[in-house]
T-cell receptor, first 114, second 110 residues
């Protein structure tokens, strides 16, 4: 079974703090994704990575950056957290380069920025 | 028009009923399609892939209509445990074209 883990289930940070969200997958998947999920807006793609050190912007990259130094780990960084970044953050991984494969999600990190 | 659209519901159905959801997509070049299930405050999990020829898994049937650009999910003999939000996913070709619908909420009532 594919396992995707995220470093925290719940996180509370103050405005202006730098926030790191970590995601690790154990199935040697090439693709990894970061989404945020908000009521009424669904899942929105922030960044994705198709290989080590490779990254591509998704639909809403502003205010975020990512890092993929090892194949199994994909980090999301909020450079200076703001209250409008309060959300559920979901990491996903997917095998291969073709989009015929499904994504496997981590349990999510519920981030509150005060 | 949104790239992927779903009726948010909620669909409230009695146990044993048959219920169907549709999901429309705007990109005619879309390549692959999925239905995911998401329980309250949990991550999405794959329910089933949607193939051109249709796909059936027990009480669940997924269909694709490319001409009208929609996918459907049919649930027969609904169980209380089917209560969840059902997300459709459309892959448009290329990594960045993974688009999730906002989900349809199903509540199965005793």
């Amino acid at each position: 079974d594919v396992k995707v883990t995220q470093s925290s289930r719940y996180l509370v940070k103050r405005t202006g703090e730098k926030v790191f969200l970590e995601c690790v997958q154990d199935m040697d998947h090439e693709n990894m994704f970061w989404y945020r999920q908000d009521p009424g807006l669904g899942l929105r793609l922030i960044y994705f990575s198709y290989d080590v050190k490779m990254k591509e912007k998704g639909d809403i990259p502003e205010g975020y950056s990512v890092s993929r130094e090892k194949k199994e780990r994909f980090s999301l960084i909020l450079e200076s957290a703001s209250t409008n970044q309060t959300s559920m953050y979901l990491c996903a991984s997917r095998k291969g380069l073709a989009d015929i494969y499904e994504q496997y999600f981590g349990p999510g990190t519920r981030l509150t920025v005060t | 028009r949104k790239e992927v659209e779903q009726d948010p519901g909620p669909f409230n159905v009695p146990e044993g009923a048959t219920v169907a959801f549709n999901c429309t997509y705007s990109n005619s070049a879309s390549q692959s399609f999925f239905w995911y299930r998401q329980d309250c405050r949990k991550e999405p999990k794959l329910l089933m892939s949607v193939y051109s020829s249709g796909n059936e898994d027990g009480r669940f049937t997924a269909q694709l209509n490319r001409a009208s650009q929609y996918i459907s999910l049919l649930i027969r003999d609904s169980k209380l445990s089917d209560s969840a939000t059902y997300l459709c996913v459309v892959n448009g070709g290329g990594y960045q074209k993974v688009t999730f619908g906002t989900g349809t909420k199903l509540q199965v009532i005793p």
